[in-house]
């Protein structure tokens, strides 16, 4: 199976791994990510979650031949802190979010989230829950398709796009990806269609929507820094820009100092930020990186790291 992790290397070297970190794998997928971890921590213990049983299973097998210290959670990353406490791990060292639908996801025709073959429309990272693509698609109003493709899309045209779904699956029901580009081109024109490419939006909005990606991002990052070690670190990489402006603005609010006390001459170390962004620029990936994987183009990695323990909790 091909599969390639993304910012590989600068995001391992971002954790500032040590023989006895305890480090969590927020996605694990495919275990690119994991393996290189494992390898470096053989004194300490890898968590990994993840939602998709296939990555899973693959990913296991990928794991077991590296080493044995780590446990995998078939579970959302949003339960992140209450699945570790109970298993009785309250702090770690490290963790990593590897946002974003990995390569074999795509490629596989079974999966409905690629607009550039004709498939079956899912778009389910967890193929175990109700709501996939084809639900979103049937059942949410015009209005609520329209807000969809605007706020997890950016798209333009989403109103146009919205009424001409609706009209189109109150005559035949919408089965197939290959059909839902057929509509949004019929939407939109041929012109601005091959022009600025609206599908991509529509199929990345109705993906976000399917799999809850911002709104579990929004509720994981709080939970991951409260787990952080002093000098431990969190990395995330992102692949879209309401993705990095979730992480960007989290990460920016606990590393300044709070504003009650900002112009105190001396500032009480309750009040001293716990946090501080280690790169202030995202680091993104090597032209070579983006030669070898174009799906690498829009990566970004933000690192921030705990340099005190909260003294409020």
């Not at 041929?190 to 991002?217: D, G, M, S």
């Not at 939970?223 to 002093?230: C, F, I, M, P, T």
Request: net charge neutral.
């Amino acid at each position: 199976m091909k599969h390639y992790s993304v910012l590989k290397q600068e995001a391992i070297e971002g954790l500032k791994l040590r023989k006895n970190s305890i480090i969590v794998d927020a996605t694990l997928g495919y275990g690119g990510h994991s393996s290189e971890i494992l390898k470096q921590i053989p004194e300490g213990h890898l968590y990994a979650f993840d939602k998709d049983s296939e990555a899973i299973m693959y990913a296991k097998e990928r794991l077991e031949k590296v080493g044995s210290s780590f446990t995998i959670l078939h579970q959302d990353y949003k339960t992140m802190k209450s699945a570790l406490l109970d298993l009785g791990v309250s702090k770690v060292d490290g963790i990593l979010f590897d946002l974003g639908v990995s390569s074999p996801q795509l490629d596989d025709e079974h999966r409905g989230f690629s607009f550039m073959r004709d498939e079956v429309l899912d778009m389910r990272m967890n193929q175990e829950q109700s709501l996939d693509a084809k639900v979103v698609i049937h059942t949410y109003s015009k209005e609520q398709l329209a807000d969809l493709f605007f706020r997890y899309g950016e798209e333009k045209q989403s109103k146009k796009i919205a009424a001409y779904i609706v009209q189109a699956r109150e005559k035949k029901s919408i089965e197939t990806t290959k059909e839902l580009v057929d509509i949004i081109q019929n939407a939109v024109g041929a012109n601005y269609f091959y022009k600025t490419h609206p599908e991509r939006n529509i199929f990345q909005a109705i993906r976000i929507e399917v799999n809850q990606e911002l709104t579990n991002l929004e509720k994981a990052l709080p939970d991951a820094l409260s787990l952080l070690n002093v000098g431990g670190r969190i990395c995330v990489i992102t692949f879209h820009s309401l993705e990095d402006r979730i992480v960007k603005n989290v990460f920016k609010q606990v590393s300044e100092v709070d504003e009650m006390v900002k112009g105190l001459p001396v500032i009480p170390k309750a009040y001293l930020p716990k946090y501080r962004i280690v790169n202030h620029k995202p680091i993104v990936p090597s032209a070579q990186e983006m030669k070898e994987n174009s799906r690498s183009r829009s990566a970004k990695l933000r690192i921030i790291e705990r340099i005190h323990d909260d003294e409020k909790e």
